[in-house]
């Protein structure tokens, strides 16, 4: 399965400004998604991160926040524009061949904003 | 998205006992059930996965049981170890997108 190098691994960042997260995968994959997990609860999806073309977010995430690039196979970033404290969080990218498989994810990137 | 509940929330059993997790989902699109382990700091890995014209799979010490009907999913862990102390997240994946919703975890302790 692929491997996921993500960067960086952590940062203190000022309200207002922004983060870009860097995932980079091992071989291409088809498949490429951005999560946020708070400590100690789950995975919530933000985007479906598409190779050429604009990401597809889920309700309550929007691209003037959480712009995505995915200029090819096997490399995707999520910006995080504009932080508050709110946006303090684990944020992890995952990747995979598609299909009935499971997917492998990034180290993650935990994220304060002060 | 999907919805996919998860139960219970936190679980402790005697080293050797078995555990089990319990999911639901409610698109009934959905077709594939994977289930992660996250160690505390650590990204989530895949420990096994279930598709939905299966009814059942087994690797080892862990199984993974799906009734579409009434659209539910398990796993089970048997002779638990202190090593598989971690959160079990199950997840359940809708096509033609593919992307998986993940259920709110459960915290498994298994006492030496």
């Known amino acids: 399965s692929a491997v996921i190098s993500q960067k960086p691994s952590r940062d203190i960042c000022q309200r207002g400004t922004s983060l870009t997260i860097q995932c980079q995968v091992d071989?291409?994959?088809?498949?490429m998604f951005w999560y946020r997990q708070q400590p100690g609860q789950s995975l919530t999806l933000i985007a479906t991160?598409?190779?050429?073309?604009?990401?597809?977010?889920e309700s309550g995430f929007v691209i003037d926040k959480f712009p995505i690039s995915r200029p090819n196979l096997t490399f995707s970033t999520l910006t995080v524009s504009n932080m508050s404290p709110e946006d303090s969080s684990i944020y992890l990218c995952?990747?995979?061949?598609?299909?009935?498989?499971?997917?492998?994810f990034g180290s993650g990137t935990r994220l304060t904003v002060v | 998205g999907e919805n996919v509940e998860q139960h219970p929330s936190t679980l402790s059993v005697q080293e050797g006992d078995s555990a089990v997790i319990k999911c639901t989902y409610s698109?009934?699109?959905?077709?594939?059930f994977p289930w992660y382990k996250q160690e505390l700091g650590k990204r989530p890995q895949l420990i096994i996965d279930?598709?939905?014209?299966?009814g059942e799979k087994k690797d080892q010490r862990i199984a993974v049981t799906l009734n579409k009907t009434a659209k539910h999913f398990s796993l089970h862990i048997t002779e638990t170890q202190p090593e598989d102390s971690a959160v079990y997240f199950c997840?359940?994946?809708?096509?033609?997108?593919?992307?998986?919703?993940f259920g709110t975890g459960t915290s498994l302790t298994v006492i030496p």
């Open positions: 991160a598409n190779q050429g073309s604009e990401a597809t977010y």
């Open positions: 995952s990747g995979g061949a598609g299909g009935l498989v499971g997917y492998t």
């Open positions: 279930i598709r939905s014209n299966v």
């Open positions: 698109d009934s699109a959905s077709n594939y």
């Open positions: 071989s291409q994959v088809t498949m």
């Open positions: 997840a359940a994946s809708i096509p033609p997108g593919n992307q998986f919703y």
